[in-house]
């Protein structure tokens, strides 16, 4: 058992603000926001120090009678998928909470600090839970405090792009929702009693009509959560609007909520459907890839640009989530992780040279090498990483989901590799426009270059770069035996779909048998 080890990694930060709502003066605001967000950091890195590689189930797991009337239990657990997005989530909020008290946010810090620790606390609780009713809960939940951050302190249009965040992702959600409660049923008809434990689910059998509306359902509110083109249209909004801090955790974690949905829960629970629904998210991944980096290239804001990079970014993932093996779905969580760094550094240090400039328009800049040599190095790093460079984090999950995607469908890697050189066309051509060249506009010559915070916020982001660039096997080694484990749903799934295609071909094949042939057979039997 887990000894409440994943209770308090979820509500830690719950208490914690809740004991912020209770100080008024500022810098102890900051201070116990940060330390509450420590200890759930810590937390997650003896989880990751504790966790055994060789085990593919859940380990940690907590689990009581909750409200056994509707079959509803208190079930967490943690495994090789969702180890590493629990650490992400961690690393994240405490570092956006490290840099929005420098300045960042110059009012109302206290409910600031208090929707992002309860934010923390609903995507540790999404990632964790193992009900599916306590999965619906934290996965509502998180959209709350998401809602106030861009609608508070956001910038621009900030309540249109709030309000058409929880409606589309709202949308998504009832229909899961639907699609919960008919599962739920149907494990009662089956297994004679309400349940919404997971693992008791993925044994409930279904018609082939009922798995693909189910699994249409599941799939498309995770689809909106990715987001994937052509339910995409939320994020850029979001993502521009939204404070520094929001776009972080937005890009870092809650995306991933979209990803990590389907490999929980959308391709266990319906392996058939899955497999079956390989071409279609396949095109669509695809689409996104191209989509993205073209409409990215076309962007003249900063924040812009890099969220819709994440549309390209995250159809890279779902490419390696349908591919279906190993090397694809590997991949696919490296990447998960990788965007999380990278993008998330992207946008701190777009944050940085907005609190500075007050505008994030290309345009506008030009020049800034010589004027802030520290920020233009550590941006320079941040970008090789984004675009797959060699020796740093992003290329190690690319060059997995490539390999994935190659052995499953290898025209849809052919036209994805076209996405990777428009990436890397449109990161240096931003760069350039940048960081080199002459300073023509005037105030740019009085930037100043990164504080000791912002330096202290970049250093780990940096380092989580090099390391998962050069010694990827740590983590690949902890999330093998748990993507096994799951991809042996979708084995027994495909041998079923083999073996039902083979009687139909053996049938086709006897209704075609010329009747001479059949004479033949009765003499010889005869005979």
Same mark, same amino acid.
């Given at each position: ?6 209770? #308090? ?20 605001? !900051? ?43 208190? +079930?967490?657990?943690?495994?090789? @998928?969702?180890?590493?997005? /629990? ?51 934290? !996965? ?12 508070? !302190? ?53 018609? /082939? ?19 994937? !083109? ?7 909004? #979001? ?14 974690? $809650? ?17 058939? /459907?899955?497999?079956?629904? @390989? ?33 390209? +970014? ?24 990788? +965007? ?6 992207? %946008?701190?240090? /777009? ?10 328009? @290309? ?23 984004? @675009? ?17 995607? %190659? ?34 506009? #005037? ?21 989580? $770069? ?24 979708? +084995? ?31 003499? #010889?039997?005869?005979?």
């Amino acid at each position: 058992m887990g000894g409440g080890l994943l209770t #308090a990694l979820i509500f830690l930060p719950l208490l914690g603000a809740l004991f912020i709502l209770m100080q008024s003066e500022e810098r102890a605001i !900051w201070n116990s926001a940060f330390i509450f967000s420590l200890i759930p950091l810590a937390l997650s890195f003896y989880l990751l120090i504790a966790f055994d590689p060789h085990r593919a189930d859940y380990q940690f797991v907590e689990q009581y009678p909750w409200i056994p009337a509707f079959g509803i239990s208190y +079930h967490l657990g943690v495994d090789g @998928i969702s180890l590493f997005l /629990v650490l992400l989530t961690t690393i994240l909020i405490s570092l956006s909470l490290l840099y929005s008290g420098g300045g960042d946010i110059e009012e109302r810090a206290r409910e600031f600090c208090f929707f992002i620790l309860v934010l923390e606390t609903g995507l540790l609780g999404t990632l964790l839970a193992v009900d599916l009713f306590l999965f619906y809960m934290f !996965w509502e939940v998180m959209l709350i405090p998401m809602y106030f951050l861009i609608g508070i !302190w956001g910038h621009g249009e900030r309540i249109y792009a709030a309000i058409k965040f929880v409606l589309f992702t709202m949308v998504g959600s009832l229909l899961m929702l639907v699609a919960i409660l008919y599962l739920v049923f149907a494990a009662r008809e089956h297994f004679g009693r309400l349940s919404f434990d997971l693992p008791l689910l993925y044994e409930v059998p279904l018609t /082939v009509t009922e798995a693909r509306w189910l699994f249409a359902a599941f799939a498309l509110a995770f689809a909106i959560k990715v987001p994937m !083109w052509p339910v995409h249209t939320w994020l850029p909004d #979001a993502h521009t609007n939204a404070p520094t801090a929001g776009s972080v955790i937005l890009a870092g974690v $809650m995306l991933k909520m979209g990803t990590y949905g389907f490999l929980r829960f959308a391709i266990p629970l319906f392996p058939d /459907v899955a497999i079956e629904a @390989i071409p279609l998210f396949m095109t669509l991944a695809v689409i996104g890839i191209i989509y993205g980096a073209l409409v990215a290239m076309m962007q003249p804001d900063l924040k812009r640009l890099i969220a819709y990079s994440s549309v390209s +970014h995250l159809g890279f993932v779902m490419l390696g989530i349908f591919a279906l093996n190993p090397q694809g779905i590997e991949g696919a969580i490296y990447q998960m992780l990788n +965007h999380g760094i990278s993008t998330g550094g992207l %946008f701190l240090l /777009v944050g940085m040279l907005y609190m500075r400039r007050h505008t994030r328009e @290309i345009s506008e800049f030009g020049g800034l090498w010589h004027r802030v040599p520290v920020y233009a190095a550590i941006f320079m790093l941040v970008m090789l990483s984004s @675009i797959g460079l060699p020796g740093l984090n992003g290329f190690v999950g690319e060059f997995l989901i490539m390999l994935g995607g %190659f052995l499953r469908l290898r025209l849809a890697v052919v036209i994805a590799v076209v996405g990777v050189i428009l990436e890397a066309l449109y990161m240096l051509w931003t760069y350039e426009r940048v960081m080199f060249g002459p300073i023509v506009n #005037a105030i740019n010559e009085k930037l100043a270059d990164l504080t000791t915070r912002e330096i202290a916020v970049m250093v780990p982001v940096i380092a989580l $770069m090099f390391f998962m660039g050069l010694y990827p096997r740590p983590l690949i080694s902890r999330m093998e035996p748990s993507v096994n484990l799951m991809l042996a749903r979708v +084995h027994i799934a495909q041998a079923r779909l083999d073996q039902k295609s083979d009687r139909r071909r053996l049938a086709t094949a006897d209704r075609h048998v010329p009747m001479t042939d059949h004479v033949s057979q009765i003499a #010889a039997a005869a005979r």
